[in-house]
């Protein structure tokens, strides 16, 4: 069983940084791509980027510049850092692995909660 535990989440202030790790209950090293997701309160869930096992990266366009993903395979875990930080980007956010062999292979954590407010 595939466990992904969020931690980080929380409420800063506009213009302020969080930094959201994802912990795995399995090796992570043969992971085709782990990521984060991302919903608003009544919207859908959207990507904020995704980092292979190659260290190849994207990121949704309103995360690029201010947004930072990385994995540590040792620790088993992907890190989202976010910087300059706005109201719009308050959300549940979600950790993904995805094991590259179809929606058997697509595991979610439970989510942590981002709230951006002053």
């Known amino acids: 069983q595939v466990q992904l535990v969020e931690s980080g989440g929380g409420l800063v202030q506009p213009g302020g940084a969080l930094n959201l790790s994802c912990s795995s209950s399995?090796?992570?090293?043969?992971?085709?791509?782990m990521g984060w997701y991302r919903q608003p309160a009544g919207q859908e869930r959207a990507l904020v980027g995704r980092i292979s096992i190659g260290r190849i990266i994207n990121y949704a366009d309103f995360a690029k510049g201010r947004f930072t993903i990385s994995r540590d395979d040792a620790k088993r875990t992907v890190t989202l850092q976010m910087n300059n930080l706005t109201p719009d980007d308050t959300a549940l956010y979600y950790c993904?692995?995805?094991?590259?062999?179809?929606?058997?292979?697509?595991?979610w954590g439970q989510g942590t909660h981002v709230t951006v407010s002053s």
């Open positions: 399995i090796r992570t090293d043969d992971v085709y791509l």
């Open positions: 993904d692995m995805d094991l590259g062999v179809g929606e058997r292979g697509r595991y």
